[in-house]
C-alpha cells in the first residue's frame, strides 16, 4: 500500500520541538510529547486543520507507536526512522539535527500551527512538573470517559504504598464508589461482570485484610483490570492508524486477556481470603459463604 507522505504532521512536529527545545536538549519525554500533540491536535482542529496525528488512548492516556510515524511521515536520509531522527537514548524527543529547509505548505496554515504551538509553549513553559499538567489536561479534554480520568487518581493512590494517619480503605472506597457509577457499561458490557467482581473484591481486601497487607492484593488487582480494560479502551478510541491489521490484533488481544482477567481475579480473591481466615470453623463458614457470593454474582452478570 503506497501511502502520501504527511509533510503537515512533520512541519508541525518539527516546529513543536524546535519551540519547545531550540537547544535540543534532553528536555522532553517521549511520554510528554505524546500529550502535548495531542493537546495540539486538538486545537488545530478546532481551526480546521488535520494533521492526521496517529494514536490511542490506552494505559497512561494518549499514546503514539514510533513505527505508526515511520509509516507516514516522509523519509529523511539516511533513516526513515523516528527515533534514529528524533530521540535521544530512546526516551527524550528533540528537533532533528538537519530539519528540512522547505515545505510546501501554505503560509497561512503554517502560521496557525506555529501561532498555535507558540500558545501551547506559553502555557507550559518553564512550569514544574509540565509533562503532568499537560497529561491532565489532555484527559480533560479527550479522555473517553470519566471512569479513565478517575482511574488515573485511583492509581495515584494505590501506587502510594504508605498512606500516612490515614486507612488505604477511607481513600480507596469513595474512588471505587466514584468509578462504579461511571463504568462505561454500555460500551463494554463483555467486561462489566468482571468489573463487578473487581470492585468487590478490592472491597473485601479493604475490610477484612490489615493495611500495611493490603498493598500487593489492591495493586496487583488493580494493575490486571486496568491492562484489559484499556486494551479495550484503544480498540475504540484511536485515530489514523496506518495499518488496520493492527486492530484486529488488538481485537483478538482483547478478546483473549478476558477469560485470563476473570481467573486472576479469581486467585486473588481465594488467595486472600485462605490466608486471611484460617483460625476457626466460623471462619470458613464465613469464607464459604463469601466464595457462594462472588460465584453467583460473577454467573449472575454473564
Not at 486543520?49 to 536520509?77: A, C, H, Q, T
Not at 523516528?82 to 510546501?104: A, G, L, Q, W
Not at 482511574?151 to 486507612?167: C, H, P
Not at 469513595?174 to 457499561?185: A, I, R, V
Request: with cysteine; net charge neutral.
Amino acid at each position: 500500500m503506497v501511502r502520501t507522505p504527511n509533510f503537515l504532521l512533520e512541519y508541525t512536529i518539527d516546529s513543536l520541538l524546535k519551540t519547545f527545545n531550540p537547544q535540543r536538549k534532553q528536555v522532553i519525554p517521549q511520554s510528554s510529547f505524546f500529550k502535548l500533540m495531542n493537546l495540539l491536535d486538538t486545537r488545530l482542529k478546532k481551526q480546521g486543520i488535520d494533521i492526521e496525528l496517529p494514536g490511542y488512548w490506552y494505559k497512561y492516556g494518549f499514546f503514539i507507536e514510533l513505527n505508526f510515524f515511520d509509516m507516514v511521515l516522509p523519509s529523511r536520509l539516511p533513516s526513515r526512522k523516528f527515533s534514529e531522527i528524533y530521540m535521544i537514548d530512546d526516551t527524550f524527543v528533540v528537533p532533528p539535527m538537519y530539519p528540512r529547509k522547505k515545505y510546501e505548505i501554505a503560509e497561512q496554515i503554517k502560521y496557525k500551527i506555529d501561532s498555535t504551538i507558540h500558545w501551547l509553549w506559553e502555557q507550559y513553559r518553564y512550569k514544574p512538573n509540565y509533562g503532568a499538567k499537560a497529561k491532565k489536561e489532555s484527559y480533560a479534554v479527550n479522555a473517553p470517559y470519566e471512569f479513565n480520568t478517575t482511574f488515573q487518581d485511583y492509581i495515584k493512590i494505590v501506587n502510594r504504598k504508605e498512606t500516612g494517619f490515614i486507612l488505604r480503605k477511607e481513600e480507596l472506597e469513595p474512588m471505587l464508589d466514584k468509578l462504579l457509577s461511571e463504568f462505561p457499561e454500555q460500551e463494554f458490557p463483555e467486561l462489566y461482570g468482571i468489573y463487578l467482581e473487581w470492585d468487590d473484591t478490592t472491597r473485601l481486601i479493604l475490610d477484612c485484610v490489615p493495611d500495611g497487607k493490603q498493598y500487593a492484593f489492591i495493586k496487583k488487582l488493580m494493575d490486571t483490570f486496568w491492562e484489559t480494560y484499556t486494551k479495550g479502551v484503544r480498540i475504540q478510541h484511536n485515530q489514523n492508524i496506518p495499518e488496520q491489521d493492527i486492530i484486529k490484533h488488538w481485537k483478538t488481544d482483547y478478546a483473549k486477556s478476558i477469560p485470563d482477567t476473570q481467573k486472576q481475579i479469581d486467585e486473588i480473591r481465594k488467595k486472600m481470603l485462605l490466608e486471611h481466615y484460617k483460625s476457626s470453623g466460623k471462619d470458613e463458614v464465613f469464607v464459604g459463604q463469601l466464595m457462594k457470593q462472588a460465584y453467583e454474582m460473577s454467573v449472575g452478570a454473564h
